[in-house]
């Protein structure tokens, strides 16, 4: 294992090639040999992918929207991280809007390294040099292993576009149920509007020394193609080329702009 100071001082190691936060590596045999019982669902996203997002979505599901019961405790104790080894969590979100909302959340996210420059940040990313790995394996993974396993696979985009019917997709995996009054709830309830304003969703909870939302949000904004506003035309095309060696071979297709 390799460590590597960032910026931050922060303290990373590398676990078959993927960069993670020390109190993961020094769980790593526990987390490696945790065994799913029938009954367990694990919510496996990118960082910044919409983890929150899909995590409030299955939360209100099981509870049948009730609201109040949503409001139990923060969503980071509602479903706990695995790789913290305290108890776990495929949705994905398209490459360029990641990179982009990862780079704003290393910006006020004190426990993660300082991200540089988006120029230099461009290159982190697309070497895959941030925690919890690359994107492009991470997405390559899942998606072929998605159909030897039960697995549901979502898009942001698609939860973006559609989301009552991304829900449906959610609640029948979930073997659940619920009318269609409960639906246009959970819909309105898991809005990104909503879940700005909801201290159980926000992250307002957390402290400044980690957290500085004063930099950047948590809830920062929530849309498809923010990467518009980042990328220069020549980063795009150098991305593009970069994407398509790295993706060859994978039938995976995402949207990125509504
Ligand atoms: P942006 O930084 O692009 O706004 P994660 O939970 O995996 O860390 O992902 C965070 C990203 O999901 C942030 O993206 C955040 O705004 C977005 N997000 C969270 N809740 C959302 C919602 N209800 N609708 C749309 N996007 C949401």
């Not at 992918?49 to 509870?63: F, K, L, P, R, S």
């Not at 809830?219 to 220069?232: A, L």
Request: hydrophobic share 35%; proline share 4%.
């Amino acid at each position: 294992a390799l460590t590597s100071e960032l910026g931050k001082q922060i303290k990373l190691k590398e676990v078959e090639g993927t960069l993670l936060q020390l109190a993961t590596v020094d769980n790593w045999s526990q987390i490696q040999s945790f065994e799913a019982k029938p009954d367990d669902l694990l919510i496996c996203t990118y960082p910044k992918a919409g983890t929150t997002w899909i995590q409030e979505i299955v939360d209100m599901i099981e509870h049948n929207g009730d609201v109040e019961k949503c409001q139990r405790a923060i969503i980071q104790q509602r479903h706990p991280f695995i790789e913290w080894a305290r108890p776990p969590q495929p949705s994905a979100r398209n490459a360029k809007d990641c990179m982009v909302s990862y780079y704003h959340f290393q910006r006020m996210n004190h426990k993660l390294p300082d991200p540089g420059t988006w120029e230099e940040y461009f290159e982190t990313f697309i070497n895959g040099k941030v925690v919890w790995g690359s994107w492009f394996d991470h997405v390559k993974g899942w998606w072929e292993m998605k159909d030897r396993y039960q697995i549901l696979f979502l898009f942001y985009e698609d939860i973006k576009r559609d989301p009552k019917h991304e829900i449906q997709k959610v609640m029948k995996f979930m073997g659940k149920n619920l009318d269609e009054t409960v639906l246009d709830k959970i819909v309105q309830e898991t809005s990104f509007e909503k879940m700005k304003e909801n201290p159980m969703t926000n992250r307002s909870t957390v402290s400044k020394s980690i957290m500085d939302q004063s930099i950047s949000p948590f809830m920062r904004k929530g849309t498809v193609g923010d990467w518009k506003n980042h990328f220069t035309v020549a980063q795009n095309e150098r991305f593009d080329e970069i994407y398509r060696k790295k993706m060859e071979g994978t039938s995976i297709n995402f949207c990125m702009e509504l």
